[in-house]
């Protein structure tokens, strides 16, 4: 049964940093696509960062330079270093994960619908 779940939310003020990890089990993780998602109250769900198994990454052009997506293959955990935030960076944040690749590289990887499985969410709260 494929599990992910997601950890190291909280309330920080704004300029603040948090770092969200997500563990994936039950899950061949060095053969996925991986993500980084958000929904804030009030609005859809919105792709935040991707990588895919060699490294390959793609960025929302509201999180670039701020925020940081990486994975270690060894301990089956994705991360998302999250520096200078803002309130408007308050969410629920999910990963989420498919096999196979990130869309060919395409922005459509930063759409749920490329997704199979997904974390239960970790909330993010950022006062201004």
């Known amino acids: 049964q494929v599990q992910l779940v997601e950890s190291g939310g909280g309330s920080v003020q704004s300029g603040g940093s948090l770092r969200l990890s997500c563990s994936v089990f039950?899950?061949?993780?060095?053969?996925?696509?991986m993500a980084w998602f958000r929904r804030a109250p009030g609005k859809e769900r919105e792709g935040v960062a991707v990588?895919?198994?060699?490294?390959?990454?793609r960025y929302a052009d509201s999180v670039k330079g701020r925020f940081t997506i990486s994975q270690d293959n060894a301990k089956n955990t994705l991360y998302l270093q999250m520096n200078s935030l803002k309130p408007e960076d308050t969410a629920m944040y999910y990963c989420?994960?498919?096999?196979?690749?990130?869309?060919?590289?395409?922005?459509?990887?930063?759409?749920?619908?490329?997704?199979?499985?997904w974390g239960q969410g970790t909330q993010v709260t950022v006062s201004s």
């Open positions: 990588i895919d198994r060699d490294g390959n990454i």
């Open positions: 989420a994960a498919t096999y196979g690749d990130c869309a060919g590289g395409s922005s459509y990887a930063l759409f749920p619908n490329h997704y199979n499985y």
């Open positions: 039950g899950y061949t993780y060095s053969r996925t696509c």
